[in-house]
């Protein structure tokens, strides 16, 4: 089966999984939960789940159901953080998915809100797991449970870094930092949680962490590129803001070129470290080249 087949049919299965948590009953919060499902269910790659469901099944056999609440909880914090991103007090951002921000579809305090309780809700989907667990399985799940919430803490500082620094010269190092926080911690997350639930051995941990830490940086140098060289239709958002917000990317660090070299040589690193799966981590490696050539 092609990459792209297998990435709609993972899409289609986090989205009917994701439908599951959407709150539909009258309440006088009806608005606020309008407002997250609005962002939650607009669509996007789904990346962060596929990667935690594709991961998960290239090292076990086993039911996706011990995974699959965890991809939940990955994607609501995702849609977070992307809510606050778009937020007049930090990128202020007009268009998402090709459609208007949280904020400009609902108001400012609602989005914020919307965000806050995508962040909690996927706190709650994680708990209700945690309690239906058998306790020979627990001590693994708390395990996830604690690189969950510690790479969410990386996010947000990653966030306040690059916000903090707009309009200023910054170290190689601290761009780097930015980088590894803001976009490489859930990614990361993602494929040490889906390995961590497959009862994948220490060497197998080490290797996919490292793949993940590569494509975490690839992801970011191309929407660093995307920034400068896509056009708003195909990603669905204005692009130039982080020239205009005076923002130290790898383009304005390293220029375009130089910036498509280094993608290409990361990407190429992470796709060797998948070979060593053989057919099972095809997936992966394709998902690497997507992430490496994407346009959006």
Known sequence: MEFKTYLKEY?????????????TNECPEKTLNNSMEY?????????????????????????KEIVMPYAVAIEMVHNFSLIHDDLP??????????????????????????GDGLLNNAYIVISEDLRRTELELLPIKLRVFEEFSKAVDRMIAGEYVDTEFEGKEISNEYLEYIHINKTGALLKLCVRMGAILANASKKDIERLTIYA???GLAFQIKDDILSEEGTEEEMGKPVGNDKEKGKCTYVSKYGLEESKVILDKITKEAVEI??????????LKELALYIENRNK
Not at 11 to 23: A, G, R, T
Not at 39 to 63: C, F, H, N, Q, W
């Open 213 to 215: 830490e590569k494509i």
């Open 274 to 283: 998948v070979k060593e799966y053989g057919e099972k981590g095809e997936f």
């Open 89 to 114: 007090g930090i990128d202020n951002d007009d268009f998402r998915h090709g459609k208007p921000t949280n904020h400009k579809q609902f108001n400012e305090s609602t989005a914020i809100l919307a």
């Open 11 to 23: 899409q289609d299965l986090i989205n009917k999984e994701l439908n599951k948590y959407v709150k």
């Open 39 to 63: 962002s939650l269910m607009a669509g996007g790659k789904r990346l962060r789940p596929i990667l935690v469901l594709a991961t998960y099944e290239m090292l076990t056999d086993k039911s």
